[in-house]
């Protein structure tokens, strides 16, 4: 008999976790997603272990956005395999507790309110209306919640994007190009923010082609191009962070040429 | 899944678009049943017949408007990005189908009844106007409620299917009208022995009407339930399957 004072969340994370022990957060295994004569991406390998900020570096076109859509189970791979917490995110019973995503398309129906954004999402997930209050106010969203999304600033698309990633409190975070329109201060702000995040043990996957951004929040940095991984660094490995990463992107993306 | 039909719910009462479509449809059934009433020959109109065969208009934009409704539940998702929260939310993409066709099924028996009681109520007061005597019976009005409320449901999930298999917001809205408004009619109107097995058709013979056809050209209202109930299944599997099967953009 299950203990009824059991959280739910915890019983269906013990349920995972033994299904799966001590899965890395993100496991990557020759993952390939061709369109027609286009290989988006090929035969990519990485891990992501728990409690790390992980940069997913790349010029535009890398596939990048493509691997995020194949992690998250919105498209299927033509080979290999993404796994979260070594399940198929499709797989996943509650998949918003476990990870929270962020994408670069900015998905919002422009007539609905953020707040209602968010309530739509959270009656779905089953979460309680207080989350998306909490929530609202920690992306400071709280004056212009009951406003149509059209009238909102990409900035404050974002930080709304951001608030229904969070809605399930997840154990892992995928941000696809999070700092789009965010001013000097946000941009602050979710550093600050994601470092808390990680100290708890959680993890994130930030990708960017804006490499400033990134340079001071990520721990490692996988770079990709052509759908291939040309390079993987450890940020503390490279003297002067953000200038060593700007020399390594440029050398492995072929870039300086 | 109740928790997904009310979420489904949510996203239609939270845009402005659902209501503005059942405003349109209350602004074309005054037109449409207005100028039938009263612009036909006090001869055509004061027959049973007559007067079926312009509450039948009800019939057919209810059917119209509980399949734009449904379709528009996929579409409006697709066209803005929302679906990709929602099947992160729920990536079994079968539940997130089974949810809207739910939904769908209410909104379609709220806008069969509102159409076919606008149909009804327009034509009778028309009708007095004129000094015309109502032909219709209470059985009539029954069949016509109670029709047009199941041709809803079953309408809102062959509108779901549609939209999910064909995806586009504009595709699907016209595709819907030009079968409902243009292809429908010429069929009954030209070949009635194929087109009375239409869906469109089916809804009339559900409810005892359909634009400008009263029962006598159209098939039994038990064997109507069963093709439109078999449209929708098709429809909405074919829509479910293919949601789960195709990459989201």
């Known amino acids: 008999m299950q203990d009824p004072q059991r959280d739910p969340l915890t019983a269906e994370g013990a349920f995972h976790d033994a299904a799966a022990p001590a899965a890395p957060a993100v496991t990557v295994r020759r993952l390939s997603k061709r369109y027609g004569d286009v290989a988006a991406v090929d035969g990519l390998t990485f891990t992501l272990e728990r409690g790390t900020i992980t940069g997913f570096l790349g010029p535009n076109g890398a596939g990048k956005t493509t691997t995020l859509r194949l992690l998250l189970g919105l498209a299927e791979p033509t080979a290999g395999e993404a796994l979260v917490f070594g399940h198929r995110y499709r797989e996943l019973d509650q998949p918003s507790r476990r990870v929270g995503a962020l994408l670069e398309s900015g998905d919002f129906d422009p007539g609905r309110s953020g707040r209602n954004h968010l309530l739509t999402l959270a009656v779905a997930t089953g979460v309680g209306y207080d989350r998306v209050e909490e929530l609202l106010e920690l992306v400071e969203l709280v004056r212009a919640a009951d406003r149509a999304v059209r009238t909102y600033s990409l900035g404050m698309r974002q930080r709304l994007g951001l608030a229904a990633a969070l809605l399930g409190d997840p154990e892992l975070l995928v941000l696809d190009e999070p700092a789009n329109g965010l001013d000097p201060a946000g941009i602050a702000w979710l550093r600050g923010f994601l470092h808390r995040f990680a100290a708890d043990g959680r993890t994130v996957l930030i990708s960017s082609h804006v490499l400033a951004e990134v340079a001071q929040t990520v721990h490692a940095a996988l770079i990709i191009n052509g759908g291939r991984l040309v390079g993987e660094l450890e940020l503390d490995e490279l003297q002067d962070g953000a200038r060593s990463l700007e020399t390594a992107y440029l050398e492995l993306t072929g870039g300086l040429a | ?249």
């Not at chain 2, 037109?31 to 612009?39: D, N, T």
């Not at chain 2, 079994?92 to 209410?106: D, F, P, S, W």
């Not at chain 2, 009844?113 to 109520?121: I, M, S, V």
């Open chain 2, 1 to 249: 899944m109740s928790r997904l039909v009310k979420s489904e719910l949510l996203k239609q009462v939270t845009t402005r678009t659902s209501l503005l479509l059942l405003l349109w449809m209350t602004a074309l059934i005054l037109l449409v049943v207005l100028l039938h009433v009263l612009s036909l020959s006090t001869d055509h109109i004061s027959t049973a017949d007559g007067q079926l065969k312009v509450v039948g208009w009800g019939t057919s934009i209810a059917a119209l408007f509980a399949s734009l409704l449904g379709a528009m539940s996929i579409t409006a998702e697709i066209r803005h990005g929302t679906i990709r929260p929602t099947f992160l939310a729920t990536p079994r993409r079968e539940r997130v189908i089974a949810a809207k066709l739910l939904a769908g099924a209410l909104t379609g028996l709220a806008v069969g009844l509102l159409a076919e009681g606008l149909t009804a109520a327009i034509e009778a007061a028309g009708l007095a106007a004129r000094g015309i005597h109502i032909q219709l019976t209470v059985g009539d009005y029954v069949q016509l409620l109670a029709g047009g409320a199941a041709a809803g449901v079953l309408f809102a999930a062959i509108g779901v299917g549609i939209g999910a298999i064909v995806r586009q917001q504009v595709g699907a809205v016209v595709g819907l009208c030009v079968w409902l408004l243009l292809v429908e009619t010429t069929l009954i109107g030209n070949i009635p022995s194929a087109g009375k097995y239409a869906p469109g058709a089916t809804a009339g013979a559900i409810a005892g009407a359909v634009q400008t056809q009263s029962a006598a050209k159209l098939v039994t209202p038990e064997l109507g339930v069963l093709l439109l109930a078999a449209y929708a299944a098709i429809f909405a599997g074919a829509g479910a399957l293919l949601t789960t099967l195709r990459d989201v953009a």
